[in-house]
């Protein structure tokens, strides 16, 4: 992705992930980057942002979605994706 509005360095969450946009009229699939984080003085909110790679898109002008989560919300958060992930790889296994 070029010309980002969400800086990717080796410290990114995820520089790398599959992403659908879907409106009323339209569904649209790019890659994606993926940010967790929160600001080093004085840290507040844990940030999630995310932003497609989208020089090409029509329908979704460039931009970042910026959310500000309380410790609390990202901790529901993080248990919510561990149990998901924990299903994801439980089928994988008993198909392989």
Do not use: C, I
């Not at 090409?56 to 149990?83: C, G, I």
């Amino acid at each position: 992705m070029s010309d980002r509005l969400l800086s990717v360095t080796e410290r990114t969450t995820l520089d790398y992930v599959e992403g659908k946009a879907v409106g009323e009229t339209f569904e649209w699939e790019s890659v994606a980057v993926v940010d967790a984080t929160a600001d080093r003085e004085d840290p507040g909110r844990v940030r999630l942002r995310f932003e497609f790679d989208n020089l090409s898109e029509e329908y979704l002008p460039k931009h970042m979605v910026d959310l500000e989560l309380t410790a609390e919300q990202a901790r529901t958060l993080a248990a919510d994706l561990e149990k998901h992930a924990t299903r994801v790889e439980e089928a994988t296994k008993t198909e392989s």
